[in-house]
């Protein structure tokens, strides 16, 4: 009896599973659909993508991520930022969409990581056959700065002008063209101008070569510190790619550090006949404020501050349109060459940075102590440990406050430079160079302004 008791009881059981498992009423996908996102916060760092908790993909300024590919249900899609000094990253924005099978959706983040605005494009998948040769682009507005003003863009191909009414898109912020537009591999330029007004020109870049099979978005974003231009138009790619588009009227720019003690002053010539210097009496430490240059390869000369008998510096590097450019010098005992540092200066709102060099030649490896105001770096352990000389660092960034640095050869605790105070907030970008001095055995730290 207990034997039938226990068989009926499974089969009970087994019977309400495959009942419940047949009308589950849980929806099924029916076919895929595919997400990107965009990062238009100019003050932003790289922002955390994620659909439900699962992260898709890191999202810098002026990018947009991977298209992704999903079943056709509904997700919630987050967008974190990590605040420099916290241990946990904070949630900005969330967006709902219930997927349709075929479509691709954009999710667009704009304002500022405090408050952030999230706009959601739609548009139809796209497979480009491999015999195509063509590209599709739609177009858009991003640009904080011209929020306020509705553009025209025009989309020709180089030497074709601009001709009022035959704009590829009338577009107010935040919008996009309804639907993409096929294009034949070429060489276009894209021309900005107030809505109806084709004579307000208010951005045109340089000739660009767009290569087929491509799904594409064009829009202007507002230029970083990093821009030499204040408005810069991007090519965002559905693989994740994205290119500048350069703007003539906004060169490149070069400045010039000495941060080579022997080779002393110097003059600095760009033709090897050393007939006009571009600069002259550069001395050890010496960094020029930003000059205009025109974008391509250079020929640099340092020869002794008013003699033309030796050269002591011959370097090639090439400049790239819109990019600050930072020419170093560097070495000792006649042997010295140059780094070509494009400098990060972007500001976040959600740390102050700082750029670090070191172009010592008595220290191949330091530590850098970032302790409070007044303290010992005693019981600290070093912010960066092992710097290495002459190499260049990317930006770091770290919590805004009042602080003492100091550095000390590597793994040692001997102080060689600092105290120097320094005092920052949110947003706050500085370069911080440590030099040789007349003693072997002691660093000098400067701070300069990021210009």
């Not at 008998?309 to 370097?315: E, H, K, R, S, Y």
């Amino acid at each position: 009896m207990i034997k039938r008791i226990a068989v009926f009881a499974a089969l009970a059981a087994t019977s309400l599973l495959v009942a419940c498992s047949g009308d589950s009423g849980l929806p099924e996908a029916t076919g895929k659909a595919t997400i990107s996102a965009v990062n238009a916060m100019s003050g932003s760092p790289a922002v955390n993508f994620l659909i439900e908790e699962r992260q898709l993909s890191s999202i810098a300024y002026k990018s947009m991520s991977v298209a992704d590919s999903w079943d056709d249900l509904e997700f919630t899609f987050n967008f974190d930022v990590l605040f420099t000094g916290d241990s946990q990253f904070t949630r900005i924005a969330s967006r709902n969409i219930d997927f349709i099978a075929g479509q691709h959706y954009t999710l667009l983040a704009t304002g500022t990581v405090a408050n952030p605005t999230l706009t959601l494009w739609e548009t139809a998948e796209r497979e480009f056959d491999t015999a195509e040769t063509v590209f599709q682009s739609r177009f858009a507005h991003t640009s904080d700065t011209w929020s306020a003003t509705n553009i025209d863009v025009y989309f020709a191909l180089e030497g074709v002008a601009p001709v009022q009414g035959e704009q590829v898109a009338t577009l107010a912020f935040g919008e996009i063209t309804t639907a993409p537009v096929d294009f034949e591999t070429g060489t276009y330029v894209v021309t900005i101008t107030t809505a109806g007004d084709v004579t307000d020109i208010l951005y045109q870049s340089l000739p660009s070569t767009l290569v087929a099979r491509t799904d594409l978005i064009v829009s202007p974003f507002d230029g970083d510190e990093n821009d030499t231009s204040p408005i810069v138009v991007r090519v965002l790619n559905t693989l994740g790619g994205a290119a500048t588009l350069a703007n003539p009227l906004f060169p490149p720019t070069v400045q010039f550090l000495n941060a080579a003690q022997d080779m002393g002053n110097t003059d600095v010539y760009d033709d090897v006949a050393l007939t006009t210097p571009v600069l002259t009496g550069h001395d050890f430490r010496q960094l020029t404020p930003p000059s205009p240059i025109a974008a391509g390869d250079y020929n640099y000369l340092y020869t002794p501050a008013n003699e033309t008998t030796a050269v002591l510096l011959d370097t090639n590097f090439n400049v790239l349109a819109g990019i600050n450019h930072r020419i170093v010098a560097i070495g000792a005992g006649g042997e010295y060459s140059t780094l070509n540092i494009a400098q990060d200066k972007r500001s976040f709102d959600t740390s102050a940075r700082f750029n670090f060099f070191v172009s010592s030649n008595n220290f191949e490896f330091v530590d850098l102590y970032v302790v409070n105001r007044g303290d010992s770096i005693d019981g600290n352990f070093p912010f960066i440990s092992g710097v290495v000389s002459r190499i260049i660092n990317p930006a770091i960034d770290f919590a805004p406050g009042n602080f003492d640095l100091y550095l000390t050869n590597f793994a040692e605790t001997d102080i060689v430079a600092g105290p120097i105070s320094i005092d920052m907030a949110l947003g706050d970008v500085i370069d911080l160079l440590a030099f040789d001095t007349a003693d072997p055995a002691v660093l000098e730290m400067l701070v300069f302004p990021t210009p």
